[in-house]
């Protein structure tokens, strides 16, 4: 069997939005590569919460979020474009443009992603077929059904090309017909590889599929289970998984105290361990030597680590503003790249 690989990982997330306010406490669960699950509970649980906090629209108060070993909250300003870009949201009140039609939308998403034209037309053709609404191009949002416009807003969100596709009550207010062709065309992208979560109150929707579902109540996850919405297993409550992620120290595991930050001590005894370790990613080799070599020097080896760093880590590494901005350059055209693959 393949071995799996977590794409997303809270770990012990807490999120106040004031003292009295707390929308997520103490919640780990993570997710694998390629999975399809449910996130499920009543009104005010926290399920938004969490999403805003994947897409750092919100930072948590406390806790750990990785996304493909990124550090979430960590994650430099000038990246968040690209970063999001890797994530594909269907939100729940977010309407398709209503002065443009269904194929002008999702056109206009690949506009802003800098494509050419040739590409902009074959990939609208391809999204709209894929959630079979080929002969609705030319129609206004408010000439579409609810279930056609929300099948628009999923092939829209997929426009980016994303790794992770998450739609926030994808079938609010459909009828069953409707919901059952949603479920199906989430089913087909998830098929093809993309990991998937949908948000949703839908008893009927969750029990027609054996996936996985993770329930929420008062902003913590009170049960993961897989199959039924209303099965309750109790999650695992510490860390979901025991894999080693390399923030910033190899050595250090997630969760782990230590883990502050890039001290100036981290950076002495790494240099001291240099001469243990020299070999590091070859996509590092196109950047700036002078920064090359004060990343190396610190043991920072792959591009996952140089993710993330943050502002501080780069003030300890003695990178200066200009080269901070070429390594900004770097990263982002590095990311770029990787999307395109
Ligand atoms: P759900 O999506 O499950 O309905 P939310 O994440 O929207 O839950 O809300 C969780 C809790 O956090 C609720 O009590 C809500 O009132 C509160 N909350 C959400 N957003 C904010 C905010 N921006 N400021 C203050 N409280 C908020």
Redesign the pocket.
Known sequence: MEQETAMIIFDKVTKK??EK?V?LEDVSFSLNKGEFSFLV?P???????LLRLLIREELPTSGAILFDKIDVPKLPNKLLPKYRQRLGVVFQNLRLLESKTLGENIQFALEILGKQEKEIKETTDYLLELVKLQDRKDLFPAQLSGGEQQRGAIARALANNPDFLVADEPTGNLDPESSFQILDILNSINRAGTTVMVITHDREMVNKMNNRVIR?EE?KVISDSKGSYDAIKKPKSKVVIEREITILDPNIKIGDEANEGLTKKNIKDSKSKKEEKKEYDKDMDSLDESIKKKLLDAQITSIDLILNLTDEDLDNLNIKDTERENLEDFLSEYLNKKQKK
């Open positions: 939005y004031s306010i929308a509970g009104s005010g649980a926290g399920k938004t919460t929420m902003g």
